[in-house]
């Protein structure tokens, strides 16, 4: 019995190739109490892998957070699976605006501790007991009015290429950041004022919203599926758009274009830019923001020193790294004393 993948990101690349078949970029999440994670985490794979499914799945005690790629021609078998367990029976699929037949290229499905990484140690808070969830029209409706507080739950380098107009967008590094920082900022208005969450998804501020319940906020909103869902509804209903920019998404595109706008800049040389890109040098792999005449002249590398050594024969560079750790500029996404023009 096959419980883990064993084809390579590019032996998949050629799979996908030689099909010739359109796919789906889908993500979902649901909260909910999971006894045994292990054991759903198996069932998951043995049915998706047959459906030729790929992704990035995390399952825990308080649920699941999925994002993936389907051939399109075995979606209603997906969906049809998904609907045969009761806690994601009717669950919302969040589709993404964009597609790109290889934005996924391997399926991964992980028991993780929780979902959404919170750095809470708190049995009293229950996660399921959201906030009022609203959907684009009312949600452009709440944004406009003066006792709204409307806060992007997302981090520093998605909020940087797109957010909705007048939010406050924390400059965190994680989700786990955000949650204290902003619960101290808005002490005051825990009373007084609508509190309206954003998200890629809807994953982060349905947690953030029960957390902020929990700690005492009478008026909790959250935009429901995040601003994936938003986009589909702004369209669909022909509502003003009200978000600037990109919306970074957690896969091979990086990022959908939501709007015309280019709001950040190229982390090199200024220019307006809204292009992620990771460092060419594979002990670096840096996420940062790229122009492509910076791309071209910078070997798509994010400093000299990177550059000289993505130069190297490819055995060099991997003596190089022998022996060595990941770089912490993996983790500080979009920071590094090398971008000059970092905000």
């Known amino acids: 019995?096959?419980?883990?993948?064993?084809?390579?990101?590019?032996?998949?690349?050629?799979?996908?190739?030689?099909?010739?078949?359109?796919?789906?970029?889908?993500?979902?999440?649901?909260?909910?109490?999971i006894g045994n994670p292990q054991i759903l985490?198996?069932?998951?794979?043995?049915?998706?892998?047959?459906?030729?499914?790929?992704?990035?799945?995390?399952?825990?005690?308080?649920?699941?957070?999925?994002?993936?790629?389907?051939p399109a021609e075995n979606f209603n078998a997906f969906k049809s699976h998904l609907d045969s367990i009761s806690f994601l029976e009717n669950v919302r699929l969040n589709i993404a605006i964009e597609q790109d037949n290889k934005s996924f290229l391997k399926l991964k499905v992980k028991v993780r501790d929780k979902i959404v990484a919170d750095g809470l140690n708190d049995d009293t808070f229950d996660v399921t007991n959201k906030g009022v969830h609203v959907g684009a029209e009312q949600f452009n409706e709440l944004i406009e009015d003066p006792d709204t507080v409307l806060v992007d739950m997302r981090n520093h380098y998605e909020s940087e290429i797109g957010h909705f107009k007048n939010a406050i967008t924390p400059d965190v590094d994680t989700f786990r950041d955000s949650l204290d920082?902003?619960?101290?900022?808005?002490?005051?208005?825990?009373?007084?004022?609508?509190?309206?969450?954003?998200?890629?998804?809807?994953?982060?501020?349905?947690?953030?919203?029960?957390?902020?319940?929990?700690?005492?906020?009478?008026?909790?909103?959250?935009?429901?599926?995040?601003?994936?869902e938003y986009t589909r509804q702004?369209?669909?209903?022909?509502?003003?758009?009200?978000?600037?920019?990109?919306?970074?998404?957690?896969?091979?595109?990086?990022?959908?274009?939501?709007?015309?706008?280019?709001?950040?800049?190229?982390?090199?040389?200024?220019?307006?830019?809204?292009?992620?890109?990771?460092?060419?040098?594979?002990?670096?792999?840096?996420?940062f923001i790229q122009?492509?005449?910076?791309?071209?002249?910078?070997?798509?590398?994010?400093?000299?020193?990177?550059?000289?050594?993505?130069?190297?024969?490819?055995?060099?560079?991997?003596?190089?790294?022998?022996?060595?750790g990941a770089s912490n500029k993996i983790f500080k996404k979009g920071r590094s004393p090398v971008l000059k023009y970092k905000k």
């Open 234 to 287: 702004v369209r669909a209903q022909n509502l003003e758009n009200k978000f600037l920019g990109k919306n970074f998404v957690f896969d091979h595109r990086r990022g959908e274009r939501i709007s015309e706008d280019v709001i950040s800049h190229c982390h090199q040389c200024g220019k307006p830019c809204d292009t992620h890109v990771n460092c060419a040098n594979e002990a670096c792999h840096l996420l």
């Open 291 to 324: 122009c492509e005449e910076c791309a071209a002249a910078m070997d798509n590398c994010c400093s000299t020193e990177c550059q000289e050594i993505h130069a190297l024969p490819y055995e060099e560079q991997k003596a190089l790294r022998k022996g060595k």
């Open 1 to 33: 019995m096959q419980l883990y993948n064993t084809l390579s990101a590019k032996e998949r690349e050629k799979l996908i190739e030689e099909a010739g078949q359109d796919r789906l970029t889908i993500s979902f999440y649901k909260y909910a109490h």
């Open 181 to 228: 920082i902003i619960e101290k900022d808005l002490a005051e208005h825990k009373e007084d004022k609508k509190l309206v969450m954003y998200c890629t998804g809807g994953i982060r501020c349905e947690k953030a919203s029960a957390y902020y319940k929990h700690k005492g906020f009478k008026n909790v909103y959250q935009l429901e599926g995040g601003i994936i």
């Open 41 to 70: 985490r198996n069932h998951l794979f043995l049915a998706w892998d047959q459906m030729d499914v790929l992704g990035r799945i995390y399952v825990a005690n308080e649920g699941i957070n999925a994002q993936l790629s389907v």
